[in-house]
């Protein structure tokens, strides 16, 4: 019990430290922007202010402020700095993003549609709708027009929905409060699945026989053929269900669990072999290549406060990028060779080019993209999924 409640201290949020590391970016910022222009003989001198003010600023922060202080002197060394603006992504494709602000489709020229005040969104797997929840309610979504397409409502708070593949006849899971539900694509019917599972969000397998995975409250993973309702398989009680996602040959099933291993199970229900990340730290969100069976993840070191993307490749593992501070969610390209990473404490998104290749395209200032008109606090905007192109595109 000790060591988890340790755990849970070192990787909550302090109150307030995201919002006192904007504030503090934001004056070095500034600071740099309004520097006089020299020559190149004497630019060593902005450089060295620019670099006392980031030691000055992150002395006096926490210690996700000193990582903040560490980025900048990175920048300083003559690293290329995060672009100011998301002016375009780096893959064709659109992304979903949900903030304080409302439901985002983010377009690869840059231009950004608000959908509306949704609490959780998802792609339907062709992007052709976008499902949403807003309090009690179940909502589908044209992401080009903004229309709503239909809804549902139950008498508890809806959340966590996820569209299933499968052509035009296709299904929707959520959950409504503790029971998960059951919707066609169409939005009829609506029926009840199981009554009683864990807060995690649900993973359709990949493909068109409807069948869906979920966890239950004892931390046991069921995979169930949703229009027979029949059970395929059950795993055993694993430590805290945290997420569930299927390789792209459904082959696989990935469960991230609170503790250091996070196994894959294959097509039984066992234990194929483990993703093992170091005592202590952290797998926070993972992430399967749209083909093969490539897993793209983000891990957390509470004590180093060092945050990295790993690349496992049947086994294979390689860091991709290590930085201060917490890495968030990971989310394929359509075409497998970008990583979209959030990373919250230093304002960003990280693009990283695969399958090799140092290249790393960074977009700063992601609060106030997605709080126009707005100071750009708040929560951090989330990610949730990359899709194709929109038809006709």
């Known amino acids: 019990m000790e060591p988890e409640l340790g755990r849970l201290f070192l990787t909550t949020p302090v109150p307030d430290e995201l919002d006192a590391q904007r504030r503090a970016w934001s004056v070095v910022r500034t600071a740099y922007a309004e520097r006089e222009p020299v020559s190149r003989r004497r630019r060593l001198r902005p450089i060295l202010a620019l670099a006392v003010l980031a030691a000055l600023v992150a002395a006096a922060l926490s210690p996700p402020g000193r990582a903040l202080g560490d980025w900048i002197r990175d920048n300083v060394r003559g690293e290329e700095p995060p672009q100011p603006a998301l002016a375009r992504l780096p893959a064709a494709g659109r992304v979903l993003v949900t903030s304080e602000q409302g439901t985002w489709v983010v377009n690869p020229d840059g231009t950004k549609r608000r959908l509306g005040e949704y609490d959780d969104a998802s792609w339907s797997p062709r992007g052709f709708f976008v499902i949403a929840t807003s309090g009690r309610r179940l909502v589908a979504l044209e992401p080009e027009q903004g229309g709503v397409r239909w809804s549902v409502s139950r008498s508890a708070a809806v959340s966590d929905p996820r569209w299933s593949g499968g052509g035009l006849d296709t299904r929707v899971a959520y959950r409504s409060g503790d029971s998960l539900r059951v919707v066609a694509g169409d939005g009829a019917p609506d029926r009840l699945l199981a009554r009683s599972v864990a807060p995690v969000a649900t993973a359709w397998k990949p493909g068109d026989d409807h069948v869906l995975a979920y966890a239950d409250p004892r931390g046991r993973v069921h995979v169930v053929a949703v229009d027979s309702r029949r059970e395929l398989w059950r795993s055993r009680p694993l430590r805290g269900v945290r997420q569930l996602v299927w390789s792209a040959d459904g082959r696989r099933l990935l469960a991230v669990t609170r503790g250091d291993r996070h196994p894959l199970l294959d097509g039984r229900g066992r234990v194929s072999r483990t993703i093992d990340l170091p005592s202590g730290h952290v797998l926070v969100g993972a992430s399967f290549a749209p083909t093969g069976r490539t897993l793209a993840y983000t891990s957390f070191d509470p004590t180093t406060e060092q945050g990295a993307v790993i690349v496992d490749d ?59 008109g707005g100071d750009g606090g708040g929560a951090f905007p989330r990610v949730a999924g990359w899709v194709p192109p929109a038809p006709g595109a």
């Open 314 to 372: 049947d086994g294979r593992r390689r860091a991709l990028q290590t930085v201060e501070g917490r890495l968030e969610e990971v989310e394929w390209s359509p075409d497998g060779r970008w990583l979209l990473v959030a990373w919250p404490v230093a304002d960003q998104w990280l693009f990283l080019r695969l399958p090799g290749g140092p290249r790393l395209d960074a977009v700063g200032d992601i609060r106030r993209e997605f709080d126009p």
